[in-house]
């Protein structure tokens, strides 16, 4: 059982940006994905929970061809991954509390009277306990990614899938949520993909470590493959040393 990305192509419009993307995440792993800005990588992740489809290729979570499942067989492979969104996509009407049941309230066969323990559970994990009752606009950046993360973590997904877990947050901070992400593999034994511009962050938290480039997997491998890597567009991304990258991505 895996995440299993193979030749995916998208384009939009004129603009080509994945050209065969193929990547296999292994399950209990948790696997970055590198790459520069505008590269593809939210593009990515959307295929793998139907939010995008390919226009070539497959995508597979578990035994589900994603690309080709009907609408409600989405929302069902849907719960066994959780998404943390980039910037947090919390609803700024609803509490704290309400965002982070939301997912339970609209599962029926989930007891519905135990949705407040659940939810202060997952509050629990990421360090939000007494949140409960705030509203989005009432938190710092750090505390509505961790309330995202409590979000997606609330149906017990199989696999979490993070868009830029850290970025613009201080270095402390970023290091609570790599801690967070690290705990939710140890303790809840969740898949993690993870998209990053922090490098350190990818190395200190991955298995394996994937860059994306041109459209596709330039190069796969533990963090230290891929720090003592030689080829110069993977080293490029790494020291973020731009004048080795040219001639592709955008
Ligand atoms: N829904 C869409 N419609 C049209 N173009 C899109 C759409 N989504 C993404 N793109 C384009 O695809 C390219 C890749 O976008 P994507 O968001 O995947 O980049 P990224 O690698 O996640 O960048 P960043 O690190 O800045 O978040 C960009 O050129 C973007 O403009
Ligand atoms: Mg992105």
């Known amino acids: 059982m895996s995440i299993k990305m193979v030749n995916v192509h998208k384009a939009f419009a004129d603009k080509q940006v994945l ?8 399950d209990g792993t948790t696997t970055s994905v590198i790459g520069g800005s505008g590269s593809g990588k939210s593009v990515a992740l959307k295929h793998i929970v139907g939010l ?8 597979w979570v578990d ?23 980039q910037f947090a996509a ?9 965002n982070v049941g939301l997912g339970l309230r609209r ?9 407040p323990d659940r939810v202060t559970e ?7 306990v007494g949140y409960e009752q705030r509203l989005p606009s009432e938190l710092s950046g750090g ?9 997606a973590i609330a149906t017990k997904p199989k696999y979490l899938l993070y868009d830029e877990p850290t970025t613009g947050l201080d270095p402390v901070t970023t290091a609570v949520i790599d801690e967070l992400i690290v705990r939710m593999s140890e303790e809840l034994g969740v898949t993690g993909v993870v998209i990053t511009h922090d490098m350190k962050s990818a190395f200190r938290i991955s298995d394996r470590v994937a860059m994306l ?16 890597s030689d080829d110069r567009i993977v080293i490029g991304c790494v020291e973020g040393l731009p004048e080795l990258m040219e001639g592709g991505g955008s």
């Not at 997952?122 to 939000?128: E, F, G, H």
């Not at 990614?145 to 979000?151: C, D, F, M, P, V």
Request: proline share 4%; charged share 35%; net charge negative.
């Open 19 to 26: 050209k065969g993307f193929t990547l296999e995440i292994q």
């Open 107 to 115: 599962m029926p066969e989930f007891p519905q009277e135990q949705v």
């Open 52 to 59: 995008l489809r390919p226009d070539e290729g497959d995508v």
């Open 213 to 228: 480039y041109d459209g596709a997997i330039r190069e796969e491998g533990t963090p230290d493959e891929i720090q003592s």
């Open 63 to 85: 035994e589900d061809n994603v690309s080709r499942l009907d609408q409600e067989s989405v929302y069902r492979m849907r719960r066994n991954v959780g998404y943390v969104f």
């Open 90 to 98: 919390l609803f700024d009407s609803m509490t704290i509390a309400e």
């Open 143 to 151: 505390q509505k990614k961790r309330a995202g993360l409590a979000r």
């Open 122 to 128: 997952c509050l629990r994990l990421v360090d939000l």
